[in-house]
């Protein structure tokens, strides 16, 4: 018989050694060309779709919990700072996250906080990082203006204003353009990095745009337009309205969020389909976008009220806000988000990032646009 003295040297040992392997686990889990996802949970303020924080998932390992990195807890009674956008940069080896109240910057390397700025109390909505990592481009929340960030130490060093409330941006990743699209206004920009200066608008749409993306060439836009239950198509080298097509046969429900019925929209990076939210009937209505106008093709049914769609870095898979991943080929479900306690986990705020040797080497984008040149 072990004596008691035994038995608690065993358990210390023991201890040790989970304590060990768990550090060791940690500094490992991001080695070797790995891709994991990085998601703040929750639909504005609910905490009920994965709590507080920002959640790590990997990838390559069937999308498995890795870890929890530790935001804002709210005070007792409180409810939690509704984030409005995630971006990421390999140059900077920093995450971006924007809530109302903030924008702050994470180091990848350690999960700490770089630096945070609130700005002029009127921060922040979903922002877009420049193609080289210097420049941050940051709605504010409820106004008409952009501000213009250095990415190293998160100043403001110039202003966009635009018609409406700022509120999503896309970064082009090979023309140095910046698009813009404001609540309250059926027009987005097209801005030139060199000068900040809108260069031009498309549109007006036949109602206010919301969510949006683009083409690899930047000849188009794509975007939800209020009460339109499918998608409006732009052009961008002559600011013309081209179409606004629905999905036929549904029922334009009452939304959950956004006041609007399609909140998300999605090109594939092989430009062949466009993914578009439908809100009240839990579905993703995809079109073809291989002819203009584009065609309705087929619906899939989601396990929540879908509000936004994040692709992969390869293209190959679609996240859901609703937490489902699913292979765009096959249309298959292959597999959903759970948190740490088993929760579904649910996130408009996503993107996917890999590794090499613990170091970010590729980062994938909040909005999901097309990559033909």
């Not at 358990?11 to 040790?16: E, Q, R």
């Not at 140095?176 to 549109?203: C, F, H, M, Q």
Request: charge should be negative; hydrophobic fraction near 40%.
């Amino acid at each position: 018989m072990q004596s008691s003295i035994g038995r608690a040297l065993f358990a210390s040992v023991a201890a040790v050694a989970a304590v060990v392997l768990s550090l060791a686990g940690d500094a490992a889990w991001a080695q070797n060309g790995r891709h994991f996802i990085y998601a703040v949970p929750g639909i504005s303020t609910d905490e009920a779709f994965g709590g507080v924080g920002i959640l790590v998932f990997d990838a390559d390992n069937g999308f498995k919990f890795v870890k929890r990195i530790r935001t804002w807890e709210p005070n007792r009674g409180e409810r939690a700072e509704p984030i409005k956008g995630i971006a990421a940069s390999v140059s900077t080896g920093q995450l971006y996250v924007s809530t109302t109240h903030r924008l702050a910057a994470f180091d990848l390397a350690t999960d700490k906080i770089a630096w945070q700025k609130g700005y002029d109390a009127d921060c922040c909505d979903r922002m877009a990082v420049s193609a080289d990592g210097r420049t941050i481009y940051v709605p504010s929340f409820g106004t008409p203006k952009w501000y213009v960030v250095d990415a190293a130490s998160g100043e403001a060093t110039a202003a966009i204003v635009k018609d409406g409330e700022s509120h999503n941006t896309i970064y082009s990743p090979s023309t140095g353009r910046i698009y813009l699209e404001s609540l309250r206004s059926p027009t987005l920009a097209v801005v030139d990095a060199k000068t900040n200066a809108i260069v031009r608008n498309v549109g007006p749409f036949s109602n206010q745009i919301r969510p949006f993306t683009i083409n690899g060439r930047e000849t188009l836009a794509f975007v939800n337009v209020n009460d339109l239950l499918g998608v409006g198509v732009g052009d961008l080298t002559t600011g013309k309205v081209l179409y606004e097509v629905s999905a036929p046969g549904f029922r334009k429900g009452r939304p959950r969020g956004h006041g609007t019925i399609s909140h998300g929209v999605a090109l594939t990076h092989d430009e062949k389909e466009i993914w578009v939210a439908d809100g009240p009937n839990k579905m993703a209505h995809i079109f073809d976008a291989g002819t203009m106008p584009p065609t309705y093709e087929v619906s899939l049914q989601l396990r929540d009220e879908p509000s936004w769609f994040t692709c992969s870095i390869d293209g190959r898979r679609i996240y859901p806000s609703t937490g489902e991943v699913i292979d765009i080929g096959s249309k298959k479900i292959i597999a959903t988000l759970e948190d740490e306690k088993d929760r579904h986990v649910e996130s408009e705020k996503l993107i996917e990032i890999a590794f090499a040797g613990g170091r970010p080497v590729t980062a994938g984008d909040q909005f999901c646009f097309g990559q033909v040149k």
